[in-house]
Each structure stands twice: as structure tokens, then as C-alpha cells.
């Protein structure tokens, strides 16, 4: 017996795109949410990725800018320093005259202020992690709160420094090279010369 000729195409159109799009419809549903989240997912970490780029030109521009005002106030023989809460992170001072200076919650971590004059400087809260401070003075320096995590202070002055709350266990200095007017000189680690950056 033959089957009636109205029923052929509806057989056929199953076999078809509509067929297969009836059958799987609840699969495709989920492969195009799956896909869509995906998308959405690989577009807000490039987005994350852009933006953290972004923010560290920034931040490195910034810091940039803001060495370039030190050394323009203290090369101008300005009395006042005023460089409190400012980035200088990575900023290159070493061997400025930057004697009563306010950096007072200001980020110098990684600075380079090797024999850097800071006598009578405050550096309440500043972040010197990672800092040089290599043959500075910081004869009567106020660093109450101030971090110094993996900070070198080989041959630094402290006398008469005020270093309240102060941690001082992350620091160090070079063998034979210790700083100077510090009570607490055995909270300091000693490092060889092969192991500083220089």
C-alpha cells in the first residue's frame, strides 16, 4: 500500500533543516547560550587585559611625570618639597639634595635615592618597598609607618631618625656595609654583595 501523497512532504521536511531544527531544538538553544556566554567571557578579559595595560602606562607616566617635578623643585633650589601622596614609583633620585622633604604617604617603592640627602625629610606612611637607599642621610628623618619590605639601606645615616612602627625584619644591607644610628640593627638581614642588584 502507498502512503498518501500530503504525508510525503511533511516526511521529507523532517528530514530537512526544520527537521533537524525541531529534533535539536533544545541542544541548539544551549550551544548558542553556551556561545554567546563564551563570548561574553573572552571579550571581558581582553577588556580586563587592555585595561590593566592601560592603567600601568598610566601609573608608569604618572610617576614619570611626577619625578621629573622633584628634580625640577630641587635643581630650581626651591625651599619648600612639597611631595606628599605623590607616585614615584621606580623614580630615579638618587643623589638629590631632598634634605626636609615631605613625602609623607607618598609611593617610592623600587626609588633609586642612593646617597640622597633626606636629612629632617618626612616620609610618614611613605612606601619605600623595594627602595635603594643605599649611602642616604636620613640623619633626624621622620618614617613613623613607613614600609621598608625588601628596602637596601647599606651605609644609611638614621641618627636621630624617628622609625615608630616601623618593621624593619624586610629590610637589609650588604655585609660590611651596615647603616648606621640604628638601635636595632640585628632586626636588619644581611646580604652578600652577589645578591644585591648592582
Same mark, same amino acid.
Given at each position: 500500500?502507498?502512503?498518501?501523497? %500530503? ?12 527537521? +533537524?531544527?525541531?529534533? /535539536? ?10 556561545? =554567546? #556566554? ?8 581582553? +577588556? ?7 592603567? %600601568?602606562?598610566? &601609573?608608569?607616566?604618572? %610617576? ?9 623643585? =630641587? ?8 611631595? &606628599?601622596?605623590? /607616585? ?22 623600587? $626609588? ?33 609607618? $613607613? ?10 645615616? +638614621? ?9 624593619? &625584619?624586610?629590610? +637589609? ?11 636595632? #640593627? ?13
Amino acid at each position: 500500500m502507498s502512503t498518501p501523497a %500530503s504525508e510525503e512532504p511533511a516526511t521529507s521536511g523532517e528530514r530537512g533543516l526544520r527537521g +533537524f531544527v525541531r529534533r /535539536n531544538r533544545d541542544e541548539l538553544w544551549l550551544e548558542l547560550i553556551g556561545g =554567546v #556566554i563564551l563570548a561574553l567571557v573572552v571579550g571581558l578579559v581582553f +577588556f580586563a587585559i587592555d585595561q590593566a595595560s592601560t592603567d %600601568s602606562r598610566e &601609573s608608569h607616566a604618572e %610617576s614619570l611625570s611626577n619625578s621629573l617635578f622633584v628634580r625640577e623643585a =630641587v635643581m630650581g633650589g626651591n625651599e619648600l618639597l612639597p611631595f &606628599s601622596a605623590l /607616585n614615584l614609583e621606580g623614580a630615579q633620585l638618587s643623589g638629590l639634595g631632598l634634605a626636609g622633604a615631605d613625602f609623607s604617604d607618598a609611593n617610592l617603592r623600587d $626609588a633609586e635615592l642612593k646617597r640622597s640627602d633626606l636629612t629632617g625629610a618626612t616620609l610618614v606612611e611613605a612606601d619605600l618597598t623595594g627602595a635603594d637607599l643605599a649611602g642616604a642621610v636620613l640623619a633626624d628623618a621622620d618614617l613613623s609607618e $613607613a614600609q621598608l619590605d625588601g628596602t637596601e639601606v647599606s651605609g644609611v645615616d +638614621f641618627t636621630g631618625a624617628t622609625l615608630e612602627e616601623v618593621d624593619l &625584619s624586610q629590610a +637589609f644591607y650588604v655585609a660590611g656595609e651596615p647603616p648606621v644610628g640604628l638601635d636595632d #640593627i640585628d632586626l636588619l638581614r644581611v646580604a652578600d654583595a652577589s645578591d644585591t642588584d648592582d
